[in-house]
């Protein structure tokens, strides 16, 4: 009979220290494969897969795009690239980015429950925002099992609080507790997998394809939601709105997904960056203005000079307009 043997798990800020506690409580043999994602820096290399290495006794390897799928083995997402799941297949891919992160938790868990349904166990870890929640709501919806750190005891607690708020959760355990009560679940026998109305696959089916680098616009992804007014803050495209449950997503034409909360956070870090880009614009003004003044002035025009000595006298009243706005975030 058929046992929960996919685990897939989802950390960010403190994760590190979960995983490497959560890693070091699990048996050498146990009958599951483990999938993680951390986010990290995407040029800075993942040391991930030692650490973990040298703190349990599974394997723990950075997989190759293709590579067969190993039993009793731990895969950790490379940097900048996905990590997907596909007929016993480990895929590595640079999809859009989610919630403004790739590696994204969200594309782990939604790869893995469209494949393996009920055999899926997620597992959110400490971490800002909320990227997770929705993966965890789609490994759920197919007969998934659902787990997360105890907030109250996460380093960062809002990504398992987010779970908890918008996904009913199986188990919060704190990270102690993790190893064992996983050894457990992948012991138990599965229910069949449940059977989404065919506009849901379809949906699903769209969106895994997208994070494993097929095209979001060929595949009218914006007809699978309620058309935004809003822009991506990554490439300014078109948005569609998506509901799950109480949770409310974007994924723009192109294929960039976000919850409500990352879009805001990326919708303010575009406020920051035209700020800058204004006050940047302002400066150079006020120095191409100067370098024009000394030119009159040397050549005796002294009108002229005085002329853009006033513009330069603007420009700077708006740079002193503008960096409060900035600092004030």
């Known amino acids: 009979m058929t046992k929960r ?25 146990l009958s599951a494969t483990i999938f993680i994602v951390q986010h990290i820096a995407a040029d800075a290399p993942s040391y991930l897969p030692r650490i973990l290495n040298f703190a349990g006794n599974i394997k723990a390897t950075q997989p190759v795009d293709g590579e067969p799928i190993q039993r009793g083995h731990i895969y950790v997402a490379p940097p900048d690239h996905h990590l997907l799941i596909e007929n016993e297949t480990v895929l590595v891919k640079r999809g859009p980015k989610e919630n403004r992160f790739r590696p994204s938790i969200d594309a782990l ?58 996904v009913v959760v199986d188990h919060s355990v704190p990270i102690s507790e993790m190893a064992a009560l996983l050894t457990r679940l992948t012991q138990e026998t599965v229910n069949e997998r449940p059977i989404l109305a065919q506009k849901d696959q379809l949906r699903l089916q769209k969106e895994v394809k997208i994070a494993e680098e097929e095209n979001s616009f060929d595949m009218t992804i914006l007809e699978e939601g309620d058309l935004s007014p809003l822009t991506c803050p990554e490439c300014h495209g078109v948005m569609t709105s998506i509901q799950e449950g109480t949770l409310l997503r974007y994924r723009c034409h192109t294929g960039h997904g976000y ?71």
Do not use: H
């Open 5 to 29: 043997d996919i685990v897939v798990i989802g950390a960010s800020a403190g994760g590190v220290y979960a995983l490497r506690e959560l890693v070091a409580g699990l048996p050498p043999d």
């Open 109 to 166: 868990f939604r790869s893995a429950a469209y494949c393996y349904g009920p055999r899926v166990i997620g597992v959110v870890l400490t971490g800002l925002l909320n990227d997770g929640t929705s993966g965890m709501w789609t490994v759920k919806r197919l007969g998934g099992v659902s787990v997360i750190q105890e907030p109250e005891e996460a380093l960062y607690p809002s990504m398992p609080e987010s779970v908890r708020e918008n």
């Open 259 to 329: 919850t409500a909360s990352s879009l805001l956070s990326g919708v303010k870090r575009s406020v920051e960056e035209s700020l800058w880009n204004a006050i940047r614009a302002l400066e150079e003004t006020v120095m191409l203005l100067e370098k024009a003044a000394q030119v009159l002035e040397e050549g005796g025009n002294v009108r002229a000079a005085q002329e853009y000595r006033t513009q330069i006298s603007e420009a700077e009243w708006k740079i002193r307009q503008l960096r409060p706005l900035v600092f004030a975030g």
